[in-house]
């Protein structure tokens, strides 16, 4: 199945996949789905990801697979959608998610980073999302 907007398809299918209460869900494979798994990850938001199938030729078979982090009292990551007009902001002028208890992930020249990363870099990027 094709898909428009490949993010917003990643951040939902983990949404739906907590609300539904599974523990892991599978994607179609990309990098900047990985990257941003990755950073996931390291803030806190999920357990783990994993990529799986076959090598470069064929990325149509390639998945990725993300582990929720889920417990009793867990409410689990609110992800929003990109907006229709995503905010490039310049460096030094990075949204605050939440007075910072949030995190905003950004595409930059450098690569996907978080809001503080690219803040303490001192660059600046295109928005891709907010988690909280």
Known sequence: MAVNDPIADFLTRIRNAHMAKHDSV?????????????ILKEEGYVNDYSESGRGRGEEARRRAQVRSRRAARDHGPAADEPARTPCVPQAGEHPRVLDGLGVAILSTSRGILTDHEASRAGIGGEVLCFVY
């Open 26 to 38: 599978e994607m179609p494979h990309s990098k900047m789905k990985v990257e941003m798994a990755r």
